[in-house]
């Protein structure tokens, strides 16, 4: 019987290859995007899951109260950990890390290694990275010690075993390996190519990890299994209390601290992390898989049930000689099955050829392989679940025929079934045009960001990194001098940091509009004489640093609009010359620079102070000619090399950083893009497998008209105009629809467009003109068709 079902099944479908072909297509694209999409999806939620103890290790955070500003802090501060294990004994592990850079030198090959971390033993304990070989217990506790991972003891020491080697740490601390481990997964929020002992830390600075005011760490704390989190949290006010002297308190600044599950470290928490994910982005992808597999099964049900028709005799007949209800519907299902399962062989073709293509669209590699992790597997139950539900309908439909209507010839079409197919492509034009404009505001956003003025020239500006290195700070005016009398550099500064790079936060207090000192935790700058005007930065009260006043290298502090603002001035004028304390520095403001986006356009424009410091710089920023660039790098390499030859040459453009605060965004907008395109692509197969059919339905009926005189403009207008106004039905309900999901994807961005009403009309008239196009190729195909032969073959 089976068998039986098997061979009536690709014998039908044999006999309309076309339709055949048209569902086959649509369908293997539809569950490739839709798989394609479900492995992102998964890659995505499952950061940190390949820790062991992952549901027991929490992040503790902060939160720093001002009286101007909370400031919400994925960092914590350095002596919490070991405060609260001493504190609550039912914590059973914690482990800080510490962001680190270091210029790594072996023998002749130097190297600024940027993915290190100051680490200690303890993190091995929590997190699950496996050793390969080495002692990460007893040797990593002691001061000068690295652990590497497989890749950099390769990139370091080749094939030999680097255990019980050293490196040489910026020019002069020599480090011994003393253990290597695996590559960090890609599903790890924080990654790491070398950690060095968290004590080479407490040999350099004795205070620095018992700092209460030091929040430059992250901290991790092990729970006992099913412990309630909430109950430590309830405790935490009062071990703040109880650490906190009354001269922190005094300071102005309330601190609290909280804790987060580990799996919602990337993809949950709003304070960020080294690598984070976006909650809102994976749902649209998720319910953009979704509507690209109910386009492809909507294909599957209008096409078949539209041929119905052709099937009424041939299940009338069966029907007669005995055929059962119930052995019809299997039939039926067993053709939709068998045609998904044809579907699947492309799809996993399909997906094995481009999942190259869609890790670089993604910008990580998701999997290397459709054959690892089930993957194969799970899209096979993908099609036999598509085959069971979109053939459910159609083999309900068909079976359900009554032989002795069809055997009398008075079976006609069912005007239900009519509403269901335009019904079904109201519904695939809906999604269309919810794409369409979801592209369009997507690329409208990431283009305003780009070229959106921020306030500060950002373009020909080549920065070179020499952070960390003592020796360069002290000679930094001779090498700055040099490197600007080389053709085509039309300036250089030096600086601690560069807009969308980075920066310190110092604990501040300023003298507000009533005259009170008022603390702040502020975004900083150490920059030289050069900075503000080699970026253009405008001035709105005050004056900028010169050399002609000697105080303003320990005294003076220049200030944006935004600080000024958050103190109470009204006028910026108000605000210069007004008192200031900071690590140490005690002056006045001297300037006010106008608000400038040293930030993504994510986020509103922060306080932000610069002073004059050259021990706290650790790049020189190069303002070059847009002309013979090439040039001008190798020749700045050259000179380079000879000023620094301690230093390897690494650069970075300015606007090129900037805008990798937007990688998400680009490949969000990416992504959305080519499942839009693909999703009309879908859409539009359905509606040539309907128009195509259309067609042969009406071919008495177009040869009679052509016979009267009927033009093939007008049979073309007769024959598109059905299905262009389920297109403009599809167009109102999808603009409120896309508005709505638009409207609060922008609401992440804190400077954004506004959703314009051409886009709407333009993707109404988008998919209109698609829409026409298609049916039109079956239109004018029928038009042009001599009447005496499609009468003669009715």
Known sequence: MIKNYIKIAFRNLWRHKGFSLINIIGLAVGMTAAFLIFMYVKFELSYDNFNKKSDQIFRVVSDIKTP???LNWSSSIAPIGPALQQDYPEIKGNTRIFGAGFLVQRGDLKLQENNALFAEPSLFKMFTFPVIKGDVDKAFSLPYTIVLTEKAAKKYFGTDDPIGKSLILDGKNPANVVAVVKDVPSNSHFKFDMLVSIATIAKQSKDRLNQWGNFGNFTYILLPKGYDANKLQSRMKAFVNRHYTEADKKQGMDYSFFVEPLKDVYMVSKRGAPESGNLYNVRIFSIIAVFILLIACINFINLTTARATERAKEVGIRKV???????????????????????????????????????????KVISDSIFHNGYLFQLFLIACVIGLCAGLY??????????????KGRFSKSTKGILLRKGLVVAQFTISIVLIIGTIVVYNQLSFMRNQSLGFQKNQ???????GDSAIQSRQEIIKNELKKIPNVLGATASGAIPGFGNSVAYSEIQNQAGAMQPMNMNMYDIDYDFIPQFEMKLAAGRIFSKAFGTDTTQAIVINEATAKSLGYRNAADAVGRNYSQWGRTGKIIGVLKDFHFQSLQETVKPLNMRINTRGTGAFTLKIAAINIPATISTIQSRWKALAPERPFNYVFVDETFNKQYASEVTFGNLFLNFAVLAIFISCLGLL?????????????????????????GIVNMLSKEFLILVLISSLIAFPVAWLTMHSWLQDFAYRISISWWIFVFAGVLALVIAFTTVSFQAIKAALMNPVKSLRSE
């Open 689 to 713: 497998g309907l128009a195509s059919y259309s067609t042969i339905q009406r071919t008495r009926e177009i040869g009679i008209r052509k016979v009267l005189g009927a033009s093939v403009s």
């Open 394 to 407: 159609p083999a309900l439909v068909l079976s359900n025929f009554k032989p002795v209507t069809i055997l």
């Open 68 to 70: 101007t500003e909370t």
């Open 461 to 467: 500006m080549l920065t070179i990194d020499f952070s």
């Open 321 to 363: 000689i005995g055929a059962m209800k119930q052995q019809l519907t299997i039939q039926f299902l067993s053709e939709s099955v068998i045609l998904c399962l044809i579907s699947f062989l492309f799809s996993a073709l399909f997906s094995f050829l481009l999942l190259s293509l869609f890790n670089q669209l993604a910008g």
